[in-house]
């Protein structure tokens, strides 16, 4: 089994997938979009989009619709 060490941080990473996720997620200045349902980060929007239709079965614009609509009734309700 191959042993991975990250040279920016010493993580260590068993699988070569998995830590080169890691260097481009947070060593490389990827831009990365996290889900607002579950915290999984993600490359890109297109990315999050696969990601909330196919875990979550909606788009990136029914969640923001949402969360914005649920600040709403929060403002609303502190008035």
């Known amino acids: 089994m191959t042993v991975l060490q990250c040279n920016f941080c010493n993580e260590i990473y068993y699988d070569e997938i998995e830590y080169d996720n890691h260097l481009q997620l947070d060593h490389n200045k990827v831009r990365v979009f996290n889900c607002k349902i579950c915290g999984e980060k993600c490359r890109g ?35």
């Not at 989009?49 to 709403?72: E, I, M």
């Open 45 to 79: 929007t297109s990315v999050l989009d696969k990601h909330l239709q196919y875990t979550h079965g909606t788009t990136h614009w029914d969640v923001n619709l949402a969360q914005r609509n649920s600040y709403r009734k929060i403002k609303e309700a502190l008035k």
